[in-house]
């Protein structure tokens, strides 16, 4: 029986660019034998730009691999008979009911559908994977880093075992700042969706001021998603991307440190969403 193969899924974030450049400087083993980032097709310019410059730095191929343009898909509706609406594809939201309560969706299907399928799906043709094979044929390299251990979770597929080289050498999420800056490499922007709802204050500000453009996407974004969910049979609160529900063009972004409050979803990005 072979060896599996070592395959590390680059989110272009912090975490998982500092791992691609540990394993290219020989300070993570093996060699993985491909990365591969699945794109949502809604990431900022910031980050597709990172990766093209990370890329020229990686001795193995990175790629890149895509199920469509997630917005659309979260604006596409299918409609039943009676009147109920559902979008193809699940984002976060945050909610206001027509009684000023604040809520939010936390079920979602944009992690499963545009990250992690299509990442299982290039890992198996990457790995030789048979239909229905039970022995483990990849590793999968998730960077995860220590202060965010709790997202940890071994993965379902029995071809597939997880492995979190970041918790392994200790590092925090400041650990991999450091280890880029140590190296001379440019800070990697923080991955995510342009309009993100786990976004926090700090990102939503920094994406205000330094890239305006993506910014106004997120607030076009916003009005959409207002469309196309409002007045449903099945949906009677207006959705907005802010854990305020103002709409994002008039939130105040004071980073939620300076005004003491914690993210309203506590689970930012679950599964390989930016990492
Ligand atoms: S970044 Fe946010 S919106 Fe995009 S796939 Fe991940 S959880 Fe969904």
């Known amino acids: 029986m072979s060896e599996p193969i070592h395959?590390?899924?680059?989110?272009?974030?912090?975490?998982?660019?500092?791992?691609?450049?540990?394993?290219?400087?020989?300070?993570?083993?093996?060699?993985?034998?491909?990365?591969?980032?699945?794109?949502?097709?809604?990431?900022t310019s910031?980050?597709?730009?990172?990766?093209?410059?990370?890329?020229?730095?990686?001795?193995?191929?990175?790629?890149?691999?895509?199920?469509?343009?997630?917005?659309?898909?979260?604006l596409k509706m299918k409609v039943t008979k009676?009147?109920?609406?559902?979008?193809?594809?699940?984002?976060?939201?945050?909610?206001?009911?027509?009684?000023?309560?604040?809520g939010k969706i936390v079920n979602r299907s944009c992690t499963?559908?545009?990250?992690?399928?299509?990442?299982?799906?290039?890992?198996?043709?990457?790995?030789?994977?048979?239909?229905?094979?039970?022995?483990?044929?990849v590793i999968q390299w998730i960077g995860i880093s220590l202060d965010?251990?709790?997202?940890?979770?071994?993965?379902?597929?029995?071809?597939s075992e997880s492995r979190w080289p970041l918790v392994e050498a200790r590092m925090s999420r400041t650990d991999c700042l450091r280890w880029m800056e140590a190296k001379g490499f440019p800070k990697p922007p923080r991955s995510a969706c342009v309009y993100c709802p786990f976004h926090n204050d700090h990102e939503w500000r920094r994406l205000k001021t330094e890239e305006p453009a993506e910014f106004e996407k997120a607030v076009q974004f916003e009005k959409a998603v207002q469309t196309a969910k409002g007045n449903s049979e099945n949906f009677h609160s207006t959705p907005f991307l802010h854990r305020t529900c103002k709409p994002l063009d008039q939130v105040d972004f004071s980073t939620d440190e300076e005004r003491g409050q914690l993210n309203f979803f506590n689970n930012e990005c679950e599964g390989m969403c930016g990492v």
Do not use: C
């Open 7 to 43: 395959i590390l899924s680059l989110g272009a974030g912090v975490q998982s660019s500092t791992m691609a450049l540990m394993a290219a400087a020989g300070e993570i083993l093996p060699m993985p034998a491909a990365a591969i980032f699945a794109d949502t097709q809604d990431e």
């Open 46 to 74: 910031s980050v597709y730009s990172w990766l093209d410059w990370l890329e020229k730095q990686l001795p193995f191929p990175v790629h890149r691999v895509t199920r469509g343009k997630l917005s659309e898909n979260a």
């Open 82 to 102: 009676d009147g109920r609406r559902f979008a193809s594809s699940d984002i976060p939201l945050f909610t206001l009911s027509a009684k000023n309560q604040i």
């Open 112 to 137: 499963r559908d545009f990250k992690l399928d299509p990442l299982f799906k290039k890992s198996k043709q990457l790995g030789g994977i048979k239909r229905g094979q039970k022995t483990v044929g």
């Open 148 to 159: 965010e251990i709790y997202r940890m979770k071994p993965t379902r597929e029995k071809w």
